[in-house]
């Protein structure tokens, strides 16, 4: 990234270069940039939409604000494992994920804006007018087998990760757990071992989503998910409940409290 030299007068000023090439330093990026989301816990990004002079969207996600060593225990290996998986899907065709553009630093991935798109949400909360059609959930069930197919699972699929676009095309996001399975020779490899628990947790989290909203297009696979959870799925709902959730509302009421007395 070079200095800031817009070739558009009229471009309004927190809008970007059409150019990557001529972007401003990161720091200025985060400063034009509009902050769609800000970072819950240690273990999410701040996300950012930047626009540029042409109309282009981008959203930026990063660890950049986060502890130095989070960034490096965690946040950096799950952007970079973000990255890779998407530039593997591209690659692939799969026409269901945002597109990866680069990496601008170690902490921060710039990709594809979505946008038009909603997040799916639970099924009480649609009105009968607003509510996805069955084809929605019919292309997600296929997206996800597709996925599969390719070698690749998700890791977290949850509504929030789910959007829809008009025609009830679903598109997934948040690709940080993302899995790619091994070559076929290294048929005991570890990260052959995490594919196949991922898609497992893929299928049940798929099988419960669509179940909530229409359950008779369920087919015997996803029914034989839903009768029986996951035994690490069981396991790390636990733990997030019981301990991870109170850490954070702790850490949060400490953090409230020092700002109080500052």
Same mark, same amino acid.
């Not at 630093?105 to 009105?127: F, H, R, T």
């Given at each position: ?5 817009? +070739? +558009? ?21 985060? @400063? @034009?940039?509009?902050?769609?989301? $800000? *970072? &819950?816990?240690?273990? /999410? ?6 626009? &540029? ?8 996600? &990063?660890?950049?604000?986060?502890? =130095? #060593?989070?960034?490096? #225990? ?9 990255? +890779? !998986?998407?530039?593997?899907?591209? $690659?692939?065709?799969?026409?269901? !994920? ?6 601008? +630093? ?10 038009? !798109? ?10 009968? &007018? ?8 019919? /292309? ?16 977290? =699929?949850?509504?929030? /990760? ?6 009830? %095309? ?25 594919? /196949? %628990?991922?898609? $497992? ?5 798929? *099988? ?23 035994? =690490? ?15 954070? $509302? ?13």
């Amino acid at each position: 990234m070079q200095g800031d030299s817009s +070739n +558009n007068d009229s471009c309004p000023a927190d809008f970007l270069p059409d150019s990557l090439d001529q972007w401003p330093s990161f720091a200025e990026l985060l @400063r @034009r940039g509009g902050l769609l989301r $800000k *970072a &819950t816990s240690w273990g /999410n990004t701040d996300t950012y939409v930047l626009r &540029t002079c042409d109309g282009t969207e981008y959203l930026l996600k &990063t660890f950049a604000r986060q502890p =130095f #060593l989070i960034r490096i #225990l965690l946040g950096r290996i799950s952007i970079r494992n973000e990255y +890779n !998986a998407l530039v593997f899907l591209h $690659k692939k065709g799969f026409q269901h !994920a945002p597109k990866a553009i680069s990496l601008l +630093n170690s902490d921060s991935l710039l990709m594809e804006y979505i946008s038009g !798109a909603s997040q799916l949400m639970k099924n009480e909360k649609y009105s009968e &007018t607003e509510r996805p059609s069955p084809l929605f959930f019919q /292309n997600l069930i296929s997206l996800t087998r597709d996925l599969h197919q390719m070698g690749v699972s998700h890791g977290d =699929f949850r509504r929030a /990760n789910i959007l829809r676009l008009p025609g009830d %095309v679903p598109i997934l996001i948040d690709w940080t757990t993302a899995m790619i399975k091994c070559p076929d020779h290294k048929k005991f490899s570890l990260c052959r071992l995490f594919f /196949n %628990v991922a898609r $497992k947790s893929d299928l049940y989290s798929l *099988a419960s989503i669509t179940e909530s909203y229409y359950p008779d297009l369920l087919d015997g696979e996803l029914n034989q998910y839903l009768d029986k959870q996951p035994w =690490f799925l069981r396991v790390g709902r636990f733990l997030r409940q019981k301990f991870y959730r109170q850490f954070i $509302k702790q850490l949060t009421g400490r953090k409230k409290h020092l700002t109080d007395v500052s």
